[in-house]
Nanobody, 113 residues
Framework: QVQLVESGGGLVQAGGSLRLSCTASGLPFNQLPMNWFRRAPGSEREFVAT????????FYASSVKGRFIISRDNAVNTVYLQMNSLKLEDTAIYYC??????WGQGTQVTVSS
């Protein structure tokens, strides 16, 4: 049974930082690209960042490029999203995704002024 469990969300002031984690089980984590998506209130789910199976290739949405960093540790089946210089518009539920197929339950990130 595939499980993706996100953690690390919370309430943070604008300009602050958070690090999200997503730990996977039940799939060949070290063979799969991993992604982060988010859904803001009243909006569609949108792509945030992706990382190749090896971690050597990453790609970001233009809205987060230069502020967010995606990384992974295949030894512990975990992908991370380091979020810096957070803005009000980063408020959303953040979802971990494996190979565009499996989804976590999401973790809420709220940025306050």
């Amino acid at each position: 049974q595939v499980q993706l469990v996100e953690s690390g969300g919370g309430l943070v002031q604008a300009g602050g930082s958070l690090r999200l984690s997503c730990t996977a089980s039940g799939l060949p984590f070290n063979q799969l690209p991993m992604n982060w998506f988010r859904r803001a209130p009243g909006s569609e789910r949108e792509f945030v960042a992706t990382i190749s199976w090896s971690g050597s290739v990453t790609f970001y949405a233009s809205s987060v490029k230069g502020r967010f960093i995606i990384s992974r540790d295949n030894a512990v089946n975990t992908v991370y999203l380091q979020m810096n210089s957070l803005k009000l518009e980063d408020t959303a539920i953040y979802y971990c995704n494996a190979a565009n197929e499996h989804w976590g339950q999401g973790t809420q990130v709220t940025v306050s002024s």
